[in-house]
């Protein structure tokens, strides 16, 4: 069954459309009896962009007369806990009117490093990990995921579907693996994507991370339904309704028209500006990921983030050890990190980008420099370069295309990539 709704890449929809397109998913295309049953909703955390309070309004509307409750569990991966305060202004939700206007809802964080939250639902063997991958890993690895969604009758997915370092692009089946999953299987395919590289795999449609991600959802017992949106600067592009797979495919092919910048040319020097709503590096690392397909070999990426102090609280200690490195780091002596999770050897290479190493010799492709409130002495330990963002004046980079200068005012989820590198 292919996926419904709506999508424009000139235009964003308007709120009525969504009212629309929600309305006729509870009504006739959600297969599951929903009379008197429980339903958890499964959204990001807000380092994504969408309209989420305008989606949980009416996915409530229409599900609250039918249903027991529509509880909501945010796919936090590896990221920090919300505080319930965050959670409602993510949701434009006043903290007086919740129980009274919302009170079939309760909010979940989702704790990966928990085991207590974990329920095994299988295995992927070495010999599948090897299909999946392309031959690029082959291990058996365990997958878990939150045991609470076993205490629902419907998981419905609502998230945005933006370009990504890891499994191409987001959405779908990815907010449950690693939205909702256990550390093992999360580090399993960061590490999958380390090997591809991102400069390979963002923006890419199909990928053999996706292929992982789906083949673990596929385990998932308890009927799923997604929502997938497309948004950009100007609003809402695009929701498309069905399953995980069906929405995702969807609004992939419509963030490609909406989320990606094509440029002729490489830039000597890109000035990728960090919104607030990337407080660490662990997920300012985005304003490399995004722009690294742009930047020539040798040139400089400055991440202009005044307000970012911190790198990681959950990953900071493994970080501090092991720094920021190109791939070939860790793949050419890879005894000496055995010990380093897989997601954080991941994150290491996608932000440091591309490089070789030789004779002990690291060679990266990028000049990667934080212009931050992370000091100089800790930038030099963790292998990055290092700006007072007072020295910065960021009027100085703008309308330099023509001299391979680019300001990107904005970074995290916009791609920029090279017209020689479309996908055929």
């Known amino acids: 069954m292919s996926a419904i709704g709506t999508g424009y890449s000139a235009r964003t929809i308007h709120f009525s459309e969504v009212r629309e397109i929600v309305q006729q998913a509870v009504d006739s295309d959600i297969e ?29 509307a229409a599900l609250s007369p039918k249903v027991k409750c529509v509880d909501v569990l945010i796919a936090l991966g ?18 007086g009117i919740l129980s009274e206007q919302f009170p079939k809802t309760q909010f979940f964080n989702h704790a990966w490093s928990d085991p207590k939250q974990m329920k095994k639902i299988g295995n992927i063997s070495a010999k599948k990990m090897a299909e999946l991958s392309g031959g690029r890993m082959e291990a058996t690895f365990k997958v878990a995921i939150n045991k609470i969604i076993f205490d629902y009758d419907q998981l419905i997915v609502v998230g945005p579907t933006f370009p990504h370092e ?13 939205g909702i999953a256990g550390p093992e299987i999360i580090n399993a395919f960061h590490w999958l994507g380390a090997l591809i590289t991102n400069r390979e795999i963002i923006g890419t449609h199909y990928t053999p991370v996706r292929a992982v991600v789906d083949y673990c959802a596929a385990m998932i017992t308890v ?37 990606v910048k094509w440029y002729k040319r490489p830039f000597h020097t890109v000035l990728s500006m960090c919104p607030t709503m990337y407080p660490e590096l662990w997920t300012a690392g985005k304003c490399m990921y995004k722009l690294e397909p742009v930047v020539e070999k040798g040139g400089t990426l400055i991440i202009y983030a005044p ?17 920021y490195h190109c791939l070939e780091y860790f793949t050419k002596q890879p005894d000496r990190f055995t ?20 004779d002990g010799v690291e060679h990266c492709d990028v000049n990667v420099i934080l212009a931050s409130a992370v000091s100089e002495e800790m930038c030099k330990k963790i292998n990055l370069g290092y700006l007072d963002p007072a020295t910065i004046d ?10 391979g200068v680019l300001l990107v005012r904005k970074a995290g989820e916009v791609l920029y990539k090279l017209e020689s590198h479309r996908e055929e």
């Open 32 to 60: 599951t009896d929903l009379n008197d049953k429980r339903v958890l909703l499964i959204i990001p955390d807000n380092t994504r962009t969408c309209p989420i309070g305008l989606m949980y309004r009416e996915i409530y």
């Open 78 to 95: 590896t990221h920090m806990p919300m505080a319930m305060e965050d959670i409602l202004k993510f949701l434009e939700i006043e903290p």
């Open 166 to 178: 890891v499994v191409g692009y987001s959405g779908g089946n990815k907010y449950f693996f690693p």
């Open 223 to 259: 009927p799923k339904y997604c929502f997938s949106l497309v948004v950009s600067s100007k609003g809402l592009h695009g929701l498309f309704a069905g399953s995980p797979e069906d929405a995702y495919e969807k609004a992939a092919s419509l963030s490609a028209q909406v989320n």
């Open 307 to 323: 307000h970012m102090a911190e790198i990681s609280k959950a990953h900071g200690e493994h970080i501090l050890e092991i720094g």
């Open 339 to 358: 010990h380093i999770p897989g997601g954080v050897l991941a994150h290491s290479t996608h932000v440091r980008g591309t490089g070789h190493y030789d």
């Open 394 to 403: 960021v009027e100085g980079f703008a309308n330099r295309e023509d001299e």
